[in-house]
């Protein structure tokens, strides 16, 4: 499985809502893949990843939403849970450095221009820091 470094946190935030129904059960079972095998291999990456392939943003294997630059956001997660893109990780491993090392902070720092920011999801499942 690949997944993009913001992508692990808004993992927390999901509520079963989105662009559309595909992009919504893709999401769903990426979820609950992660929630049955913690032991599950993720390879994190900064472009086009597992859950973006069915957003209607993603156009060209590219992210057309200019209201955030994705890549920055993936580069400042990876570098504050201290791994590197393009390696393969355990899941458990990728979440308990997140709840180890993201603060609640940094997501009002580095989400706020999202669009889905205002909605708080993000914020809420954040704050328990559970595993997603």
Not at 29 to 44: F, P, S, T, V
């Amino acid at each position: 499985m690949e997944i993009r470094g913001h992508h692990l946190l808004c993992l927390y935030g999901f509520k079963g809502l989105g662009y559309n129904r595909r992009f919504i059960d893709n999401l769903q079972q990426i979820l609950d893949l992660l929630r049955r095998d913690y032991g599950q291999k993720i390879k994190l990456i900064d472009e086009v990843d597992d859950i973006c392939r069915y957003c209607p943003h993603c156009r060209n294997n590219q992210c057309s939403n200019n209201q955030i630059d994705p890549q920055d956001l993936d580069r400042k997660v990876l570098s504050k849970i201290g791994l590197r893109k393009g390696s393969y990780y355990r899941a458990v491993r990728v979440f308990t450095l997140i709840k180890e090392n993201i603060e609640l902070s940094d997501l009002e720092r580095w989400c706020r221009e999202c669009p889905w920011y205002g909605f708080g999801y993000c914020l809420s499942g954040f704050k328990n820091k559970s595993l997603p």
